[in-house]
């Protein structure tokens, strides 16, 4: 099965931080994605990548940025994180544009303080 | 403005009961619908694909209305099991996928 591996579970961040999101697959797919999810607003889509050192923005990259540097790793980064971004973030990847290869790491919960 | 809208619940039905969500979604050109399912504090897993035709798996129906711009996913002979919040999904561009904000099922003995 393929695995999406994000680095940590649970985060606790202060205001104005700069905060990195990991997130690995290990199954040599081209396509990957960072989601937030918040009750009441479900999933939206920050950013994805198709291919290393290629970034696309998603809904809502504001806030955000993203790193691409090798083909299994996606990082998200909140240059300076803010209490609007505490959030259950969900990275994904899939080998073609098709939702039934997505699959979705375990998640953070990020707070921010 | 890409959106799909579903009714968020929670349905509470009985065990062995039928249920059926809907969702519809405004952007036309739409080519792949699914439904996701997502436990508690977990990450939403692929249910199944809908396909035009309509698809059944084991007690999971999906049917697709393309006129209507409306999906729909019918349970039967629920199990607790199935408890979950259940999520329409449709591509939205090349690779990338908008989330309804998902349907909750609460399945009781």
């Known amino acids: 099965d393929v695995k999406v591996t994000q680095s940590s579970r649970y985060l606790v961040k202060r205001t104005g931080e700069k905060v990195f999101l990991e997130c690995v697959q290990d199954?040599?797919?081209?396509?990957m994605f960072w989601y937030r999810q918040d009750p009441g607003l479900g999933l939206r889509l920050i950013y994805f990548s198709y291919d290393v050192k290629m970034k696309e923005k998603g809904d809502i990259p504001e806030g955000y940025s993203v790193s691409r540097e090798k083909k299994e790793r996606f990082s998200l980064i909140l240059e300076s994180a803010s209490t609007n971004q505490t959030s259950m973030y969900l990275c994904?990847?899939?080998?073609?544009?098709?939702?039934?290869?997505?699959?979705f790491g375990s998640g953070t919960r990020l707070t921010v303080v | 403005r890409k959106e799909v809208e579903q009714d968020p619940g929670p349905f509470n039905v009985p065990e062995g009961a039928t249920v059926a969500f809907n969702c519809t979604y405004s952007?036309?050109?739409?080519?792949?619908f699914f439904w996701y399912r997502q436990d508690c504090r977990k990450e939403p897993k692929l249910l199944m694909s809908?396909?035009?035709s309509g698809n059944e798996d084991g007690r999971f129906t999906a049917q697709l209305n393309r006129a209507s711009q409306y999906i729909s996913l019918l349970i039967r002979d629920s199990k607790l099991s199935d408890s979950a919040t259940y999520l329409c999904?449709?591509?939205?561009?090349?690779?990338?996928?908008?989330f309804g904000k998902g349907t909750m099922l609460l399945v009781s003995p």
């Open positions: 999904v449709v591509n939205s561009g090349y690779s990338t996928l908008t």
């Open positions: 994904a990847s899939s080998i073609r544009p098709r939702a039934d290869s997505y699959t």
């Open positions: 809908v396909y035009s």
């Open positions: 952007n036309s050109a739409s080519q792949s």
């Open positions: 199954m040599d797919h081209e396509n």
